[in-house]
């Protein structure tokens, strides 16, 4: 290509790289844009089409280093020596940018979460929605939010943390949560009724997602050592100080937790406001008093005897 440039356009050697250099990058650019309108044309799926946009953006970054990179490299003279000292250099000041490489393909390789994943690392938790060369994006929950929904805050973690922090992924493997929910009360309550009223809204929100939770169960057994003897609701007893206290343990999905805790509480509500003899209870304190130690009460306006 170099030599028609030069017949045709009279560029000097240094112009004719230049100039070659350039158009590739034009032509990856136009290539990219080309396919991309394509894909939004014909792809709905947003999964699908971020996956085609970092796709593509891989491969373009890729082209364009080896036609920038190809006219000139003729020209060293060592290319491994010049390598081997720009590696060294490169490794001495900016450790960290290539150990987020380094990360980045990890996250690549081994996937141990993707793109839409929840996930939990070091002190930050949140859905995953980017993952970039030198770091990936969640869209955080928790912190003063409770169940695990979302804050609004955007938070950026360096791809060296997948090193450093152990990760908890939400959606990876048996793709359901354990989650609990208690119920205190009172010592003088029916606990035993109350016991198999929870048990029986534990069940009646439980039946649709049982099938599902065993299939994905099988699926995730065939990959990982997870077992579990009995996925179906179960309500634990236990005594606390201010009374009987009443434990649904329950599998949900993650996005789900407040939702089916909320589910549940206006089930609870509703069938312990129809028992007299099922009372919620709360922190209190009792007094006792002994009445031989009492003084005397006062009879008909004066002192009793004593």
């Not at 929840?118 to 939010?145: K, P, S």
């Not at 943390?161 to 003088?188: C, H, K, P």
Request: net charge neutral; with cysteine; charged share 20%.
């Amino acid at each position: 290509m170099l030599p028609v440039l030069q017949s045709f356009l009279d560029l000097t050697s240094s112009q004719e790289k230049l100039f070659a250099s350039v158009l590739g990058l034009v032509l990856v650019l136009v290539i990219r844009v080309a396919v991309m309108r394509l894909v939004n044309r014909q792809i709905e799926n947003p999964r699908t089409r971020y996956t085609w946009r970092k796709n593509t953006s891989y491969v373009s970054i890729t082209l364009s280093l080896l036609l920038v990179a190809g006219p000139w490299l003729p020209n060293i003279a060592s290319l491994s020596t010049f390598l081997g000292l720009t590696t060294a250099g490169f490794a001495v000041v900016l450790r960290d940018p290539i150990v987020d490489i380094v990360g980045w393909l990890f996250l690549l390789w081994r996937q141990p979460f993707r793109v839409g994943d929840r996930i939990e690392i070091g002190n930050h938790a949140g859905d995953v929605i980017d993952i970039r060369t030198f770091q990936f994006t969640l869209m955080e929950i928790g912190n003063w939010v409770a169940a695990d929904q979302s804050t609004g805050r955007i938070v950026h973690v360096p791809n060296s943390a997948i090193f450093r922090d152990a990760i908890a992924n939400y959606a990876q493997g048996f793709q359901y949560i354990w989650n609990e929910l208690s119920v205190m009360i009172t010592f003088e309550s029916d606990w035993q009724k109350a016991k198999r009223i929870l048990t029986q809204i534990a069940d009646d929100h439980a039946a649709p997602m049982n099938s599902a939770a065993q299939d994905h169960l099988k699926q995730a057994a065939r990959k990982y050592l997870i077992f579990y003897s009995k996925i179906t609701p179960i309500v634990y007893t236990n005594v606390k100080d201010s009374g009987v206290q009443l434990t649904i343990r329950y599998l949900c999905e993650p996005r789900q937790r407040r939702g089916s805790e909320e589910a549940k509480w206006e089930a609870i509500l509703t069938a312990f406001a129809a028992e007299p003899d099922i009372q919620f209870a709360y922190p209190t304190q009792r007094f006792y008093t002994d009445s031989a130690s009492l003084p005397a009460m006062e009879t008909n306006g004066r002192p009793g005897p004593g």
